[in-house]
């Protein structure tokens, strides 16, 4: 039984593990489907990345700044320059340190401690930018439907978490408990052939040596895994 409290979810913990392993990934999904529709929870498929129409890279370059909003210069050169003459024309006495590399120019002006930032700015020339606008609004439209899309889908799937881990930790469990018991069965052949095979002195061999390093749960998986196999191997079976 698992800890959910979700009728889909109840029934798929029941299973053995040989039931959750044999189950296809469309049979796990529909399964996971119907434990979401159990709890409301949309049924949603990831919005593919969409295709955007063709737009040239930008073929220029130029900078900007905070304190000149509106303007674009060539060069960050002639950005500091216009900088130096606004300040030399309020008569306030700032000093400016300039690390074009960084697109960066720190200093403050009067007392109020700011930091002028530059930053560079793409675009094209005006005849390239009237051809491509269009095209360039399109995209952004549909960038916006794709990123709202996309949004919902993962505030599903948060929604749907603790659904998903239910399945994905009853999963993981039947593997490591398959992997388990094939080791076991392993070294239980070893002791078969130690003991002639004797099944029942083979057996006693293995208890003594593996019976501490198992869990509750992890033993009685082994200790079924073992009786089956010395049932089968004895020839009582059905």
């Known amino acids: 039984m698992s800890a959910y409290n979700n009728p889909v979810v109840d029934d798929f913990y029941e299973l053995d593990d040989e039931g959750v392993l044999a189950m296809s990934v469309e049979e796990r999904t529909k399964l996971i489907k119907r434990a979401m529709a159990e709890e409301g929870i949309k049924i949603l498929d990831k919005p593919p990345e969409p295709a955007y129409g063709d737009v040239p890279s930008p073929e220029m370059m130029g900078y900007s700044c905070d304190i000149l909003p509106g303007l674009v210069f060539e060069t960050s050169d002639k950005l500091a320059d216009v900088i130096n003459l606004v300040k030399a024309n ?18 403050e002006i009067g007392k109020d401690g700011r930091t002028i930032r530059i930053e560079s700015v793409e675009g094209y020339e005006v005849s390239k930018y009237e051809s491509i606008k269009d095209t360039a609004k399109n995209n952004a439209q549909i960038k916006r439907e794709y990123d709202e899309e996309l949004h919902a889908y993962n505030a599903n799937q948060d929604d749907a978490e603790s659904i998903l881990n239910a399945f994905r930790e009853r999963v993981e469990t039947a593997d490591r408990n398959e ?3 094939q080791r076991a069965l392993e070294k239980f052949r070893e002791y078969i052939e130690i003991a002639n095979g004797d099944t029942a002195t083979a057996r006693r061999f293995f208890d003594k040596a593996y019976r501490s390093s198992y ?4 033993w009685n998986v082994i200790d079924k895994c073992l009786n089956d196999y010395i049932y089968n191997a004895s020839g009582l079976e059905d």
């Not at 869990?215 to 992890?218: D, Q, Y």
């Open 90 to 107: 309020t008569g306030r006495r700032t000093s400016y340190q300039y690390d074009v590399s960084s697109l960066v120019i720190g200093g």
């Open 179 to 181: 992997y388990a018991m």
């Open 215 to 218: 869990s509750i749960n992890e």
